[in-house]
């Protein structure tokens, strides 16, 4: 076998035992890799109707087909099981070096199951797998969980681990590798929590062979190509000062900017992903005071820019890789001198500055900066964290909660004093924050007095930073993925944003961004192709730089012949799987809605999103009809046949 591995690791924590399986080609044809191959297993080997916190949920960690090859941007991973946040599929998705490190043990996947009766770590090296006690370890922050067994094992393991968030079984914790990538969504790190897992530790050796390793060198060399074409000094310089003084009034009047590759490289190289925090906040992109108020009026761009791209600069220390990226788009941030004094830490990405941005009413990134490492290093998702507090802020401002809730202290909008407070509350659940350990959705059940209309959530599980009033696809990405309220599920709007049609010879009939009619097609077709960007473990980000030439790239690691017709099929079958696992569950995809608030009901009245209103229903009819499913998002027995998916 060349590119993969053939083989997943079975981890019982009941019994204190392991064993090797292994995997035929047929399966890595069928399903590649990533959660294509975790969604095949669970359906197979996954009892219906567990509890997500309970021994038989299975919990794994998969590499995509192309990770540890030297393929460029394949550095990903994904964590699956059933989630508590959401009682159906759940998958998490974080990059970093963790990832080819699963390969380099010899495998294609770690598979656990059970529950240890106290706290230990999984040790897996390219020669043996240990159970060992991690009793020291329970009640460490992820960061110096990896610190601690750095000095234990040396300096060259990689961990994945859970912080006290995921120890308390708060359903919004995720599991954090490299001191601050994070697998944040569908609460799997509660999962990893009920489990008595706190880390697992790799330290591999084996290198994936590959069939032409010269090939696959040259296909790396043309991804990169646009990378090395980045904008030059002066068109930097242009680009920032337009931004700075003449977007503003384009953006509040609803101008559609589409950045050019150059400036998409090189803000991503420069600031990361907070380059576009400000140029979110203005063109409603991002949510603002817990989706209910109005970038221009309640964050306006001299306080949005303070969060954003050339304002975060002075904080810098040095750039971060993720395993095989040319482009590099991380960074370790520290603050010196401040109340949030914070040391080397990772910079906040996107969706982190939005959430305790705009979403908050926070403008200090310094505040910002704290947060996000006091997310990481508990453990916690930083996007239903800061939904939560929101919400919490909204409930104190109309009086549901108060200061007995809180123990004392007042939440309010633009604080991040009481923020950085309920954080730690939710982390080790106290008080308000064990209702908020659970997320928005639960929580509007247990506070209840109307709450219920602004608790922000899709299907249990809370949205991302992008407003479906300024890009309906969003909306209709949250509620037809298995996995809800999710943003890298594929939503036809990454063209809009700049991105191409990853399958390069495919011409796309764009529609008006508010045209509800003919968005499902667009839609489906992008959908089955992120779900082969996820099981070739590639990141978002590469569909950037210009259509990927997926066929080379499996043909130069793996040594197979495989069209985009036959990966646009692959796309699909792992689609449906995920799908019917949700079915299996109970879980309906009709139950999946967003708020009235986000749809618009009643819109806005003023801002480049206003009069805006969601036909959400219109456009998932539209895209349940373009994969040949009836109305209730059921998948047509035909056609899962055809896709050599059994059905009962």
Excluded at 542 to 548: E, I, Q
Excluded at 588 to 612: H, I, N, Y
Aim: net charge positive.
């Amino acid at each position: 076998m060349c590119g993969y591995c053939g083989k997943i690791l079975w981890v019982d924590l009941d019994a204190g035992s392991f064993k090797v399986e292994n995997v035929s080609d047929h399966v890595y044809r069928q399903v590649l890799g990533g959660y294509g191959l975790g969604v095949k297993i669970l359906l197979e080997k996954q009892p219906q109707g567990i509890d997500p916190l309970g021994p038989d949920n299975i919990l794994g960690f998969l590499p995509g087909l192309l990770t540890g090859t030297g393929a460029f941007f394949s550095s990903r991973y994904m964590v699956v099981g059933k989630s508590p946040l959401t009682g159906g599929w759940g998958d998490a998705n974080s990059g970093g070096s963790f990832s080819p490190e699963i390969k380099k043990c010899g495998f294609d996947g770690i598979f656990i199951r059970g529950a240890a009766a106290e706290p230990v770590y999984l040790y897996v090296t390219g020669d043996k797998v240990e159970i060992r006690d991690a009793g020291h370890l329970w009640g460490l922050d992820t960061v110096q969980t990896e610190e601690r067994l750095a000095v234990e094992l040396g300096s060259g393991i990689k961990v994945a681990s859970i912080g006290p968030a995921g120890e308390n079984l708060a359903l919004i914790a995720g599991i954090i590798n490299d001191k601050g990538r994070a697998a944040a969504r569908s609460g799997l790190g509660a999962v990893m929590g009920s489990k008595k897992l706190k880390a697992i530790v790799l330290n591999g050796s084996h290198k994936i062979p590959v069939i032409d390793l010269k090939g696959l060198k040259h296909i790396n060399k043309l991804i990169a190509a646009p990378i090395r074409k980045e904008a030059s000094r002066l068109e930097r310089v242009v680009s920032e000062a337009a931004q700075q003084w003449a977007l503003p009034p384009l953006l509040r009047r609803g101008y559609n900017f589409k950045p050019t590759v150059k400036m998409i490289v090189s803000s991503l190289k420069k600031y990361g992903t907070g380059a576009v925090t400000a140029v979110a906040v203005e063109s409603g992109d991002a949510p603002v005071k817990n989706w209910n108020g109005i970038g221009l009026l309640d964050f306006p761009w001299k306080r949005s820019c303070k969060i954003s791209d050339r304002k975060t600069a002075k904080y810098f220390i040095k750039r971060f890789h993720c395993a095989n990226c040319p482009l590099g788009c991380g960074a370790y941030v520290s603050v010196k001198g401040s109340k949030y004094q914070t040391k080397e830490a990772h910079r906040p990405e996107y969706e982190t500055a939005a959430v305790f941005g705009s979403n908050l009413l926070i403008d200090s990134y310094e505040a910002i900066i704290k947060i996000n490492d006091r997310c990481n290093r508990l453990g916690l998702d930083t996007i239903s964290t800061g939904s939560c507090v929101a919400f919490a802020v909204e409930c104190f401002e109309k009086g549901l909660i108060g200061h007995g809730d809180t123990g004392g202290f007042k939440l309010s909008w633009g604080d991040p004093e009481g923020v950085l407070q309920v954080i730690e509350d939710i982390a080790f659940r106290r008080g308000l924050g064990n209702v908020l350990a659970d997320g928005v959705a639960r929580a509007a059940q247990s506070i209840g007095g109307g709450s219920e209309d602004f608790a922000i959530h899709a299907g249990g599980q809370e949205l991302p930073m992008h407003d479906p009033r300024f890009q309906p696809s969003y909306g209709l990405t949250y509620v037809v993925d298995a996995t809800p309220g999710r943003h890298t599920a594929g939503a036809n709007n990454y063209v809009d944003l700049g991105a191409s049609p990853l399958f390069g010879a495919y011409k796309l009939n764009k529609v008006k961004k508010y045209d509800y009619h003919g968005k499902g097609k667009l839609q489906a077709f992008f959908s089955k192709q992120f779900q082969v960007l996820n099981c070739l473990g590639l990141c978002n980000f590469s569909g950037f730089l210009g259509p990927l030439p997926y066929g080379d790239m499996i043909r130069a690691a793996a040594g197979w012949e495989v069209s985009d017709d036959e990966l646009l099929d692959i796309g699909e079958r792992v689609l449906t799987l995920r799908q019917l696992f949700n079915l299996r569950e109970g879980v309906l995809p009709m139950g999946f809605s967003l708020p009235d608030r986000v749809l618009g009901k009643p819109p806005l009245k003023t801002g480049p999103t206003s009069e805006v209103t969601i036909d959400l229903e219109t456009m998932r009819l539209d895209y349940y009809k373009a994969l040949g499913w009836n109305v209730k998002g059921m998948p047509d027995k035909r056609r899962c046949e055809q896709l050599n998916i059994e059905v009962d």
